[in-house]
């Protein structure tokens, strides 16, 4: 099935016991289970039969998502979350289990991640070196290195759109017997599937992309064969599960994620080369730019035609305070703390996902305070373009 196909009914229209099935998964909102005996529940509990005995272990609307996730990924199993924080945790947990506590990152990451292994991790003794994810040879030596029990990346980084080679990193981990763990929250499923090129455990902000409109927090951890069972007894006593309401949004909004998110490539993508002549802008950067330092990975990695819908520009002449001036003439374009949703969104990095840094360390990371970050929506892109031009021209 392809996956525009797959979107709208993998995880539906399961028959439970006989009874008709409804056409979608409604949401479930029991907490237990009961079966005509107790002797099956007991097999149930036993793990002898498939079914739903506790919420906080298995639930229908859940299972549903997951399924479809799953299929999305071309994963073993998933495992629905209450955020996507709870889905990276959950992953770096499951990686670790029976490896040494050493985490080798891309140093390009989501800035509250980077609090995450500081502030959860830390704490615990797991300790969290940074490298250059793009360059394969530091890579390379890093993982000789620091011999980590996991390697960690986001598929496209934030908020510069770097692209590191999965396959590479792949490959370079399992021979070091580490976990490769990759958020793929920027390319979604459409973009690109890191199990089919590697990777151990792939999570997602469902936050975004999946669910797509702005109204749920949630997390997906996809989980190969290898790590599928120990993912579950994780969930199982730590309980980092997504409610069966979410759940039911996540994939209601999934079911139009291939239309939602082919639109919004196709506006960044336009948008892209529409700032690139744009006098009051300094440089911008987008996948499908023939000078990106990784259009090599983009090219082989990508599925073809799709560069994302995410673009980062800088604002010629910039600093913050005339940014932030830039950001309240916009009318339409939403400047808000996240992405993926319908409606365009504009964020500052200085003030929101890389405020924590040290503007030494955002510098030498080549974010500086005349960049802004744009998530493409599925608005009229005339729309978008008008309202930045106006923003920029300082109408
Ligand atoms: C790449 C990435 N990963 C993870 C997260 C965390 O997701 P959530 O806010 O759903 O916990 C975010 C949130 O912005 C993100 O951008």
Redesign the pocket.
């Known amino acids: 099935m392809k996956f525009e196909t797959q979107v709208v009914h993998a995880g539906d229209r399961k028959r439970v016991s006989g009874a008709p099935a409804p056409s979608t998964t409604p949401i479930h909102l029991a907490t237990t289970y009961l079966y005509e005996s107790t002797a099956r529940l007991d097999r149930v509990f036993g793990h002898e039969e498939e079914g739903p005995t506790y919420s906080r272990y298995s639930n229908p609307t859940n299972d549903a998502l997951e399924e479809l996730v799953t299929s999305l990924e071309r994963g073993h199993g998933s495992l629905a979350t209450a955020?996507?924080?709870?889905?990276?945790q959950i992953a770096f947990q499951t990686a670790l289990l029976d490896r040494p506590h050493r985490v080798l990152s891309a140093n390009a990451?989501?800035g509250?991640?980077i609090k995450m292994a500081e502030q959860v991790f830390g704490p615990f003794g797991v300790d969290f070196s940074y490298v250059d994810i793009c360059d394969l040879k530091a890579v390379e030596r890093a993982v000789a290195e620091k011999k980590p029990g996991c390697v960690f990346m986001?598929s496209v980084s934030?908020p510069l759109l770097r692209v590191g080679r999965i396959d590479e990193i792949a490959r370079l981990a399992r021979e070091a017997g580490a976990a490769l763990v990759v958020?793929s929250?920027?390319a979604t499923p459409m973009l690109m599937r890191p199990i089919t090129l590697g990777a151990n455990l792939v999570?997602h902000?469902?936050?975004?992309y999946l669910a797509g409109h702005g109204d749920v927090?949630?997390?997906v951890v996809v989980s190969d064969q290898e790590h599928y069972e120990a993912l579950r007894n994780l969930a199982r006593v730590a309980g980092p599960v997504l409610g069966p309401f979410e759940s039911y949004l996540t994939m209601r909004g999934i079911k139009t994620l291939a239309v939602r998110f082919e639109r919004q490539c196709a506006n960044a993508k336009r948008l892209a080369e529409w700032l690139a002549a744009h006098p009051r802008v300094e440089r911008v950067y987008y996948c499908s730019d023939a000078n990106h330092p990784d259009a090599c990975a983009i090219r082989r990695l990508f599925s073809p035609e799709l560069f994302g819908a995410i673009l980062s520009f800088e604002i010629k002449g910039a600093n913050k305070e005339t940014v932030l001036a830039f950001m309240d003439r916009l009318r339409m374009i939403v400047p808000g703390?996240?992405?993926g949703d319908v409606h365009t969104l504009l964020l500052y990095p200085t003030i929101a996902?890389h405020r924590d840094l040290s503007p030494k360390m955002r510098e030498r990371m080549g974010i500086r305070d005349s960049l802004v970050r744009v998530a493409a929506g599925i608005e009229a892109v005339e729309d978008i373009q008008a309202d930045l031009d106006q923003a920029l021209r300082g109408a």
Not at 83 to 88: C, E, R
Not at 205 to 208: G, N, Y
């Open positions: 955020s996507g924080m709870a889905a990276l990451i989501y509250s991640t986001e934030n958020d929250t920027f999570v902000s469902a936050t975004k927090l949630g997390g703390t996240s992405l996902s």
